[in-house]
């Protein structure tokens, strides 16, 4: 069935650093792919997101980057910050023909001062 | 995402019991969407809504039951068959169609079994 897995579930760096969360879908049909950022115990909030058409999407400190045919995508997040502590969610949309998504386990960043 | 609300933030049950979380959007969404959240683990799909009066079941719909009477509001009951109910439960909405629109969650509800 569809699946997505998600790499590192846990991840620590210092501030300053890159951090990088890998997730890869199963449904090559899948065309949407958002990355949510979940603060302890609020609502996951949209951070960016990559459509099939485009290899790479940049937003100020963050990146993601699709490999539509290796079927893998990244989340790159450079000079962290404290802030950015939280708990990461990579998506992809499902198939057929509503807007479902296929969420990955997580992963959980943490940044040191 | 400050459109979405939902009601209680904290809602204990007994065993037996049936419950009824809030869902309300004002964002004008036709889609919206549960999902359940456990600890350490992603969202899994309970059921979701594309229009008024119609609504299917996600990956993990038994035990729960829901109703989309108004655009606005969907409502999510988890009833006495859902024999592991602690989680907390998440609702979203979307514009709706294509497969690509952005869902915006609300802030949650933590449901607690006693």
């Known amino acids: 069935g569809e699946n997505v897995e998600q790499h590192p579930s846990t991840l620590s760096v210092q501030e300053g650093d890159s951090a990088v969360i890998k997730c890869t879908y199963s449904?090559?049909?899948?065309?949407?792919f958002p990355w949510y950022k979940q603060e302890l115990g609020k609502r996951p909030q949209l951070i960016i997101d990559?459509?099939?058409?485009?290899g790479e999407k940049k937003d100020q400190r963050i990146a993601v980057t699709l490999n539509k045919t290796a079927k893998h995508f990244s989340l790159h997040i450079t000079e962290t910050q404290p802030e950015d502590s939280a708990v990461y969610f990579c998506?992809?949309?499902?198939?057929?023909?509503?807007?479902?998504?296929?969420f990955g386990a997580g992963t959980r960043l943490a940044v040191h001062p | 995402d400050g459109g979405i609300t939902q009601s209680p933030k904290y809602l204990f049950r007994k065993e037996g019991q049936n419950v009824t979380l809030s869902c309300e959007q004002n964002?004008?969404?036709?889609?919206m969407y549960w999902y359940r959240q456990d600890p350490g683990q992603g969202l899994r799909l309970i059921y979701y809504?594309?229009?008024?009066?119609?609504?299917q079941k996600g990956d993990i719909a038994e035990g729960y039951s829901v109703s989309r009477e108004k655009k606005e509001s969907f409502p999510l009951t988890v009833t006495s068959a859902q024999k592991n109910p602690t989680a907390f439960y998440l609702c979203?909405?979307?514009?709706?169609?294509?497969?690509?629109?952005?869902?915006?969650f609300g802030p949650g509800t933590r449901l607690t079994v006693l």
């Open positions: 979203a909405s979307s514009k709706a169609g294509g497969g690509t629109d952005t869902q915006y």
């Open positions: 449904d090559s049909a899948s065309n949407y």
């Open positions: 990559i459509r099939s058409n485009v």
């Open positions: 998506a992809a949309s499902g198939s057929g023909g509503y807007n479902k998504l296929i």
């Open positions: 964002l004008n969404h036709d889609a």
């Open positions: 809504s594309q229009i008024v009066n119609d609504f």
